[in-house]
């Protein structure tokens, strides 16, 4: 409204109307339209007019709404087609029948319908690993939050050796977002090494319980560095027993957490003090009364950042977007958040349909008639891709490239579409 009544104002001044729509980017028809109708109509014309069309050609009569609504309450349990055979028998032939979603539609606005709720991805566990010797697996977990002298959450994500029971890390973070446990991973990997693999429940940041294929950008960082990802049941953290009970020792020690630091960095520098002693001075007896830093050594397989991904037996690959899709001849298939800026391998295996893999994994395949991908049991567990031809996580890179390594024996296996289409 305020850039109309300048308009105007400037024109009862005695500008030329060319002008004064050049100056402000409007035609001139609609320059004389928007001052016909002050002339007309004083100031109460250049406030915002509705948008709303003037008629609807396609507008379902009323009567035709009461008796679709008549009809679903005498018969409660038909649902819109019945209603619109019923219609079909009632109304004169010159009345246009609405199609069945028209009439689902009147009935979903009358709240006559259940709508159907969408299908829950539940988290389910994985094949858990003996973890004998150091650096075999990890374990990390949050342990529960609790609130510093200054008021704010401190949340422990916490790492231990599973075979050593070595206390990796112990950070004070401000959250369970994925970023800060980004970098804290990243700062212990170029501390210790990488660990083969990496145990974890199934919640946030480790997973994501109620997406497709349940990983998070957490995990996919993890897989592409080559760690296997084991993932206890939901509800059984006996089978993370090792490091829970190290949480319950964490909890014990009064000078710990009991009270806690006023600051972040305070709290810090009491968990830095917990991890030195429970790794160097206090014996365990599942150790014979060792210490943990008398078992623990070091990783041999050194962190030089991501792999590059080479799909040497696909067709191509291509770019997950921010929004989890992949675009193939102008269609956008949904993939899956946590995979958004990761480059998948495709290949055509018959006409429109195509395999997709992200490394050794193979997602699913996609039908580009129908847009969708068809996902397979547990992409991300211990299986062997028939695309890869490698053992499962054999790598052999370096940070500009990486290679995929047959394994000695292996023998090409059945292709999974064999007999599928």
Not at 75 to 97: C, F, M, S, T, Y
Not at 177 to 197: K, S, V, Y
Not at 331 to 359: C, R, Y
């Amino acid at each position: 409204m305020d850039e109309r009544l300048r308009f105007v104002a400037r024109l009862l001044d005695g500008e030329a109307m060319s002008d004064v729509c050049r100056e402000f980017g409007i035609s001139r028809k609609t320059g004389y339209k928007i001052f016909n109708r002050y002339k007309e109509l004083g100031l109460l014309a250049l406030s915002d007019r509705s948008r709303r069309p003037v008629r609807y050609a396609n507008q379902l009569p009323a009567q035709v709404k009461t008796l679709i609504v008549a009809l679903k309450r005498d018969k409660p349990h038909w649902g819109a087609r019945k209603i619109r055979e019923l219609l079909v028998r009632r109304l004169d032939q010159d009345i246009r029948i609405p199609a069945k979603s028209t009439i689902h539609a009147v009935l979903h606005r009358h709240g006559l319908v259940k709508p159907i709720g969408r299908p829950r991805h539940r988290a389910t566990g994985t094949a858990l690993s003996a973890g004998s010797s150091p650096n075999e697996l990890w374990c990390a977990d949050f342990k529960g939050k609790f609130k510093l002298g200054n008021g704010q959450y401190c949340y422990p994500l916490t790492v231990t050796d599973h075979a050593s029971r070595y206390l990796l890390l112990c950070e004070a973070l401000q959250s369970t977002r994925e970023d800060p446990a980004i970098a804290a991973f990243e700062q212990l990997f170029r501390q210790h090494g990488l660990p083969q693999a990496i145990r974890a429940d199934n919640g946030v940041p480790f997973a994501s319980p109620n997406a497709l294929f349940s990983p998070s950008k957490l995990s996919v960082w993890w897989l592409r560095l080559g760690i296997r990802i084991e993932r206890i049941r939901p509800g059984c953290p006996q089978q993370n027993g090792r490091h829970e009970r190290m949480h319950l020792t964490l909890k014990k020690e009064k000078e710990a957490t009991r009270p806690p630091g006023m600051n972040s960095l305070q709290q810090q520098a009491r968990f830095d003090a917990f991890a030195e002693e429970f790794n160097t001075e206090r014996p365990h007896e599942a150790l014979q009364m060792k210490t943990p830093a008398e078992i623990y050594r070091p990783s041999t397989i050194a962190y030089n950042g991501l792999p590059q991904l080479t799909y040497p037996l696909h067709d191509r690959d291509v770019l997950v977007t921010s929004c989890g899709r992949i675009c193939m001849y102008r269609k956008k298939v949904n993939i899956s958040t946590a995979l958004a800026g990761q480059k998948p391998g495709i290949k055509e295996v018959n006409e429109d349909i195509w395999i997709v893999s992200f490394m050794h994994y193979d997602l699913g395949f996609i039908d580009l008639e129908q847009k969708t991908l068809q996902p397979f049991d547990n992409p991300f567990g211990t299986r062997l891709s028939p695309m890869s031809y490698v053992r499962s996580g054999t790598y052999v890179s370096s940070p500009d490239t990486v290679a995929l390594v047959p394994a000695e024996g292996l023998e090409p296996p059945t292709p999974w579409f064999v007999g599928r289409l």
